[in-house]
């Protein structure tokens, strides 16, 4: 697929089919993806790939303690600033609202709001879930890098007919995850990937987030001028 064909048919896919991805596929796709570039070549991201039995364990078992906990645990990092400033908050705003729009939940349904966002730790109905983790010793810099490697993940996986979600919400389930996984204490979670194949009769993956136009964000000097 044509990498700009892949930029723009890419979307936040919170649908989908129970089809299993075979795991050369997943090989594949984070072979390529390895190829994202990292400062001094850290390659700081770190991968547990599950499917079938291993995935729904943990599916599982964070569906029994939401019953319990159904904000999860304490956090390890902020998703969001605290006080979100304009024009982000606004951004955010919209885009939850677009979301619940398209499944038909009005704001003031709590109980259906809370039943979508639980969704997010089934993977939304995904074969394959992708738990991607950091050094805790890593920075700024090498957070960026992982998000490099986390949309060369996502892109790969049009090339080969498939959709993603990249869900950090998963970090609120940090603790229960390692149970699981039993990455290397000095691992932390940043987020998880569901990978799979797109329900696209589901409403709720017609929606498509807004974009900022170019000039909102850019500002452009020296461009057309003669030397």
């Known amino acids: 697929m044509n990498v700009l064909d892949a930029l723009d048919s890419r979307f936040s896919c919170r649908a989908f089919l129970s089809r299993p ?6 090989r594949d796709i984070l072979q390529a993806a390895s ?8 390659q700081p991201w770190h991968v547990h790939a599950l499917a079938g039995e291993p995935l729904q364990r943990l599916v599982g078992a964070v569906r029994e303690r939401m019953s319990e906990m159904p904000r999860g645990e304490p956090g390890e990092y902020r998703v969001y600033p605290p006080d979100l400033k304009e024009p982000y908050a606004s951004r955010r705003f919209k885009a939850g609202e677009d979301l619940y729009a398209t499944i038909g939940v009005a704001r003031e349904d709590k109980a259906a709001r809370g039943r979508q966002f639980r969704r997010n730790f089934e993977l939304f109905g995904a074969p394959v879930g992708l738990f991607v983790y950091l050094d805790r010793t890593m920075g700024p810099p090498q957070w960026a890098d992982c998000g490099m490697f986390l949309q060369s993940v996502m892109l790969a996986a049009r090339a080969h007919g498939l959709h993603t979600c990249a869900q950090e919400a998963w970090a609120q389930w940090h603790s229960l995850v390692a149970d699981h996984l039993k990455p290397p204490a000095e691992h932390m979670l940043f987020c998880a990937v569901a990978l799979g194949y797109a329900d696209e009769a589901a409403p709720i993956n017609g929606l498509r987030t807004e974009r900022a136009a170019v000039e909102d964000f850019t500002r452009f000097s020296g461009f057309g001028e003669t030397a």
């Open 35 to 42: 190829r994202a570039p990292s400062g001094g070549n850290l």
């Open 21 to 26: 991805v075979p795991e050369q596929v997943v």
